[in-house]
């Protein structure tokens, strides 16, 4: 199997950079190939803009979506787009190393879904959810968040983690990938902030650690998170009536 591992975090001596290296050294050791794309190590820009297109299709106006496809049409996307999409065409699994920021991913790993989903590309009006181009792929979100777990329970001050996860599933979902439950490791220290002493802090991380190896070496087991599709929805994409998920007052 080959695994993209698109890692998104600034400090190499963090605790993802420590997940990101459990995975490698536990699926290699599983005999798959894996790359990882270090988007900060890399220098990669998450901002779309016009300076990223040397070809456009409007000089006057920029319409993002417009140039995407012009680039996609033309065989002239940004260089480190196209390493990016290559990366994900020869992957069977993706895994996307980051932590929680501001109840979402970092800014980096947003703009990398910005510039790299490309319309015309990686998507359309058509290629899309269960008709996806990447469908037939799995992704994989492995998240850290600073609060402990029952603050991202359901009634939990830092919200709930199923519905802050959802934008960025549905997101993968949307370009076709089959999104596996994600790995979720709660209360990582950062900014000064500490829930429980020094001793029992590095024992969870131990364990965290442990059980993300453990996770990896099971993945075939895992069931990826139903979403509705296509024959799912009307002419207007709303739910049939007669579907189970059809909301009922």
């Given amino acids: 199997m080959q695994v993209l591992i698109v890692h998104c975090h600034p400090e190499p001596s963090s605790f993802n950079a420590a997940l990101t290296q459990i995975a490698v050294e536990t699926l290699e050791g599983l005999g798959h190939q894996v790359e990882v794309a270090d988007l900060y190590a890399e220098g990669f820009d998450p901002v779309e803009g016009p300076g990223h ?3 456009r299709r409007d000089d006057e106006r920029f319409a993002p979506l417009d140039e995407q496809r012009h680039a996609v049409e033309s065989a002239s996307l940004p260089a480190d787009v196209q390493r990016e999409i290559t990366r994900l065409e020869r992957s069977d699994l993706v895994i996307l190393q980051f932590p929680l920021w501001w109840h979402a991913q970092p800014a980096m790993l947003k703009g990398w879904f910005d510039r790299v989903f490309v319309y015309g590309g990686l998507y359309s009006g058509r290629m899309r959810y269960d008709r996806g181009r990447l469908r037939g792929k799995r992704v994989l979100c492995s998240v850290t968040t600073g609060s402990p777990a029952p603050a991202f329970s359901r009634d939990g001050r830092g919200g709930d983690i199923a519905a802050l996860m959802w934008p960025i599933h549905y997101s993968l979902y949307y370009v076709g990938l089959e999104v596996l439950p994600p790995q ?3 209360g990582i220290q950062g900014g000064g902030l500490s829930y429980q002493s020094e001793t029992t ?9 442990a059980r993300w190896a453990s996770r990896l070496k099971s993945l075939d087991d895992d069931t990826p ?13 709303v739910l049939k009536p007669e579907h189970p998920a059809r909301w009922r007052p």
Wanted: aromatic share 22%.
């Fill in 184 to 186: 979720l490791n709660y």
């Fill in 225 to 237: 998170i139903a979403f509705a599709g296509w024959d799912d929805w009307d002419e207007d994409g």
């Fill in 53 to 55: 297109f040397e070809t």
């Fill in 201 to 209: 802090f590095r024992d969870q991380l131990e364990a965290d650690k």
